[in-house]
């Protein structure tokens, strides 16, 4: 026994209401394109580069040093109040 299939809803895309599979399957393409890419306004290009260093001097430590030391569960629990809300 098969199950009847169930009709996707329109959904609202950039170019208005999409009706069709195609439409459908475009509008999210869009909206993914439009999320992941890249935006450079307001980069601190300074912080970019320090983070890029870090990252090559881990991945270049010798296996005997240990470039990230594990936290500590007093470090876990103290992060969400050093944060403070989200705004």
Do not use: W
Not at 13 to 39: H, I, M, N, Y
């Amino acid at each position: 026994m098969k199950r009847q299939r169930v009709p996707v809803p329109p959904i609202h895309g950039a170019r208005g209401v999409a009706f069709t599979t195609e439409d459908k399957a475009e509008a999210f393409a869009e909206t993914l394109e439009r999320q992941c890419s890249l935006v450079y306004e307001n980069v601190n290009v300074n912080q970019i580069g320090r983070i890029h260093q870090r990252v090559r001097d881990i991945l270049t430590a010798e296996e005997d040093e240990d470039p990230i030391r594990p936290t500590l569960p007093e470090e876990a629990k103290a992060v969400p109040v050093q944060q403070g809300p989200r705004t």
